[in-house]
Structures are given as C-alpha cells and as structure tokens.
C-alpha cells in the first residue's frame, strides 16, 4: 500500500508551472518520485521551480513554450522525451480569464479567441502529443484543470464558463476514445485558491464572507489542488477516467442564505 501514490520512473509535464498552482503540483508529483518538465510562456520563475525539483533529487527541466502554438507543443513535448526519457503524466493548468473579462454585450472576438485558445485548444492539442507517446509506451494520465465557472452562469466571464466547460466535455470524451490505450483522462475542478490573482481582487470583507459560506471554513490553497492531481497521476487511480474531481472546500452552488441559515 505504501506505493499508492508512488511515481517513481514516471516523468511529467506541467502546462502552466510557472504561477502558484502550476509549481505546487511540480513540486508535489516531485515530491512522489517524478521527474519533471516545467512550461510557461515566460521563464522567469520556472528555472526556480526546476531548481526546488533538482534539490529533492528529482530531474527536472525548465521549457518556455507559448502552449496555444501548434509547432511549440510538438518541440516542447519532444524535448521532455529527449532529456527525460519519456512521458508518462500530462497536467494541464494553464488557462485564466483575465486576458478577456467582460459582460456579453462587450465581448470581441478577440477575447473569446484568445481564453478559448488558452483553455481549450491548448489542452486539446497538447493531450495529443502527449497521448501519442504515451500509447506506444503503454498508458499514462492525462490531468486538466477546471473551475466552477463551467457549470453555472458567469456573469462577466461568458467566455471563460464556456471554455472551461469545452475543457471538461473534452476530457470526457478523451477519456472515452482513448481508455483502450489505457491513457486515462480526468479533471480537477478548482475552487477559490489563494493565489496573487485571488488575493489581488479580494478585500478582506468580502473574504471574511467566503470562508463563512465554505463548509470546511477556510480558502483553498495551491496544494489542495496538487493533492487531487497525484491522486489522478498516481496508481491509486488506476481504474479512474472521465471523472470530475471537485476540490472546493464544500462550497460548490451554496447560496448564501442558506450558510445564513445554518449559522442562525
């Protein structure tokens, strides 16, 4: 039982390392015995992470990559075999919804393209590449990253609820095409983390309020989330695909009348 959660030979890649979630889950899968390939559009924090993954003794290799490019994930995706040997788990987290917020009415093209290449084509296409190698060598895991703005109404964000809800349709639908290669396919929906983009838009009022509406009574942290990706990565979920991990900290569709209530 102690080799549960054990990915010792196994090499990742995380899309998306360079931010707070992205290197938890690096360091984490690290930390469990994986080699890792770190990627981002900028470099400046990923040789760090690459570092930390070095010092506990694991390889690691730092690839600045622009993920929503066709030709970088085929090099980026080459390279991580090259000089690690192979590809045995694939997390995708990069995404975000600040490069094109707006209500409906204001929406351009140009910020519904650019959060769908971002949260759905990217994903899409990396799966591939890494899927493709993974078939020859025998299965793999296949991790996305989703949000709670898939499965209900987003005001302001109509392009981010809908490309992340592309993102857990396709992962569905990966897991059903390609469980035969026995390449498993699962998502982790995230709940609110504390993260510089949270912790930027979030005024303590506002924040005393969500930890009164969470069940378990706090905000979530970057390493909840790597937590439930080992989970998916790790033998422990040998015979789990297409499934939706919801990390949220209770919170899920409560309507706050209802914690109201509960308190009362």
Known sequence: MSDLFSLKGKVAFIAGASKEMGSAVARMLAAHGADVAVSARSGDKLEAVAADIRAIGQRSVPIVADLTNLAQI????????????????????????????????????????????????????????????????????????STSAASGAAPRLTNYGAAKAGLEHLTETLA?????????????????IYTSNLRRV??????????????????????????????????????????????????????????????S
């Open 202 to 263: 979030l005024k303590p009022d506002i924040e005393q309020q969500l930890i009164e509406r969470t069940p378990l009574g706090r905000i979530g942290e970057p390493d909840d989330i790597a937590a439930a990706v080992l989970y998916f990565a790790s033998p422990a979920a040998s015979w789990v695909t297409g499934a939706k991990l919801v990390v949220d900290g209770g919170l899920g569709n409560i309507r706050p009348f209802e914690m109201r209530e509960r308190k």
């Open 74 to 145: 085929s090099t980026a995706i080459q390279r991580t075999v090259a000089e690690l040997g192979g590809l045995d788990i694939l997390v995708n987290i990069l995404g975000g919804s600040n490069i094109g917020a707006a209500w409906a009415l204001r929406m351009t093209e140009a910020m519904w393209d650019d959060v769908f290449a971002l949260n759905v084509k990217a994903p899409m296409f990396l799966s591939v590449a890494a899927a493709k190698i993974m078939k020859e060598s025998g299965g793999g895991s296949i991790i996305n990253i």
């Open 176 to 192: 059903a095409e390609w469980g035969r290669f026995r390449i498993r396919v699962n998502v982790v929906v995230s709940g609110n």
